[in-house]
């Protein structure tokens, strides 16, 4: 089974794509889809242009997508979950098997504790994979953690 995560933003969006075997994890792909757009309506246009091209080259059966936990800045929160309606939306309609994970959650599934940092969380997808730590943007670790997450969360689905 091939799980996208996603750790979405309206300007920044990380993608990390694992594969699961049995209870063996690999990471496929990574990357970071960043909008340079002002207006609101353009960052959203050019979001679901490029997480189309994420979808059709990556193939995900299941894609895991970070839920909006909390926000200080009203403005920024509602540009998130504008953002999050546009992903949602486009991996629904490509029938792809959705599931939505909150911050604890994630950081609780990879980590052991639902309240660790964003290091912490880097160092245990690097130890989850068994692959050598390499410097990555927080939203792309923290979207290859969200996969990691469904992976252990969605152990019935194949």
């Known amino acids: 089974m091939r799980i996208l995560g996603v750790d979405p933003g309206s ?7 694992i594969e699961k075997n049995g209870s063996k994890l690999t990471l ?9 757009e002002k207006d609101i309506n353009h960052k959203l246009t ?11 080259e990556l193939k995900p059966d299941l894609v895991a997508i970070e839920k909006i936990f909390f926000s200080r800045n009203v403005k920024t929160a509602i540009e998130v979950a504008q953002a999050r309606g546009v992903l949602i939306y486009l991996s629904l309609k490509q029938n792809i ?23 912490a969380v880097a160092r245990m997808v690097f130890s989850i994979l068994q692959i050598p730590p390499v410097k990555l943007i927080d939203d792309v670790t923290d979207a290859i953690a969200i996969s990691i997450t469904a992976a252990n969360l969605t152990r019935n689905i194949s």
């Open 28 to 36: 496929i792909d990574y990357g970071l889809i960043e909008v340079k």
């Open 11 to 17: 300007s920044r969006c990380g993608y990390g794509l």
């Open 97 to 119: 098997i959705l599931t939505e994970h909150n911050p604890q959650e994630v950081k609780l599934s990879v980590t052991g504790y639902g309240l660790s940092d964003k290091k």
């Open 46 to 56: 050019f979001l679901a242009h490029d997480y189309k091209k994420v979808l059709k």
